[in-house]
Structures are given as structure tokens and as C-alpha cells.
């Protein structure tokens, strides 16, 4: 499908709510029938708009997975800033942290459209990019944590402190699988095995 030209719209408010309201749509979509699966058509119905009206917020599909994965950016970003505003030394506060994050990468509906967009990476180089873009903005976030003064792994080498961070991005993301096995998994559970591995990856070797 080509691409079309979004409109401009005199009222912010109001245009935001549309946005919203297709993202939303589009997330259901996504999740019931595949990115494939969930076509235009689709995701219009589900909105409760028509398809052109669509197009005067999204040129595209893939604009509106653009939007999904800027929003869970935006919800990251958040976490860190909590991060970097909470007093006290970085490695206490990214453990009790650890609560919090556990919870977002559980949720069932988010994992289900994560998974889903990962999938479409695999075959969709467009989306690829875009999700290996948010990456390096979150591991570019997080290594300004780790280099602070607050941080006790400050003076590690800079290969030791990629590999840190792509440990602890793999053990958070990962529950998203997890949790697709082993439906039972309770955050409680794994807490008690990453609070102590946070840790180790937090403090000097």
C-alpha cells in the first residue's frame, strides 16, 4: 500500500484523542490477527473510523507500529528518569525498581503485541530498524546511568559496561517468552532470583 500525506489539524487536542484512539485500535488488531493479519480495513472498523480518516493521522501501517513503539519508548524513558530523580545510591534504587519492571514485562497484552512486532522484524526490515533504534535509545539512556557518579560501575570498561546492560536488557525482556511457556510464572518468584543478579551486574566484579 503506498504511502499517504497525514493532514495538518488545527486542533491539537482533539487530534491527539484520534491518534490515540487508532493506536489503541491498531494494538487489538495487532494482537487478534498478526500484523499481516490486520489490515487497514481492520483496524478502521475497530476504531470506529473510516480508513481515509485514518490516513489524515498515519501515512501507514507501518507509521502507526512507528507510534506503538515510540509510546513504550516514552513509558521507558519515564522509568529512568524515575531513576536519575530518585536520591540515594543508583544500584538500591534500580533494585527496588526491579518490582516495577518485572510487572511491565509480564503483562500479557503488551507481550503479545511485543512478541508480534518482533516477529515482523524477522520479516520486515522497516520494522527492524525501528525496533533496533528504540533499542539503542534505551541502552544509550541506561549507560548514562551507569557512568553517573551515583553509579558504582562507573570505571568499568566500556565493553563491560555493554555487556552489563545487554544482560540486564536480555533477563527483563526475556520474560516475555517466559511467561508465554510458563503461563504460572508469578513476579514474586522471579524477583528473588533478578533482585540479586541486578546487583552483581550493578556493582564492581
Known amino acids: 500500500m503506498s504511502e499517504k500525506t497525514t493532514k495538518k489539524h488545527h486542533d491539537p487536542v482533539l487530534a491527539e484523542a484520534r491518534r490515540k484512539q487508532v493506536l489503541k485500535a491498531a494494538e487489538d488488531c495487532f494482537r487478534r490477527k498478526g500484523y499481516h493479519g490486520a489490515g487497514m480495513a481492520e483496524i478502521s472498523k475497530t476504531a470506529g473510523m473510516s480508513a481515509g480518516h485514518i490516513y489524515n493521522y498515519f501515512a501507514s501501517k507501518e507509521a502507526i507500529i512507528e507510534s506503538i513503539i515510540q509510546q513504550d519508548m516514552e513509558e521507558m524513558f519515564s522509568i529512568f528518569q524515575q531513576f536519575e530523580d530518585q536520591s540515594g545510591e543508583l544500584v538500591k534504587v534500580m533494585i527496588e525498581g526491579c518490582d516495577h519492571g518485572v510487572e511491565r514485562h509480564l503483562n500479557r497484552e503488551d507481550g503479545i503485541l511485543k512478541i508480534e512486532m518482533l516477529a515482523e522484524a524477522a520479516r520486515n526490515p522497516k520494522v527492524a530498524f525501528l525496533l533496533q533504534e528504540s533499542d539503542t535509545q534505551a541502552r544509550t539512556r541506561m549507560r548514562g546511568l551507569l557512568v553517573g557518579e551515583r553509579s558504582q ?3 568499568v ?9 545487554n544482560v540486564m536488557f536480555a533477563m527483563f525482556s526475556g520474560l516475555l517468552l517466559r511467561r508465554t511457556l510458563y503461563p504460572e510464572l508469578q513476579k514474586d518468584t522471579i524477583l528473588l532470583a533478578l533482585r540479586p543478579v541486578v546487583k552483581t551486574l550493578l556493582t564492581p566484579f
Open 153 to 155: 560501575v562507573k570505571d
Open 157 to 165: 570498561t566500556d565493553k563491560e559496561l555493554d555487556a552489563r546492560i
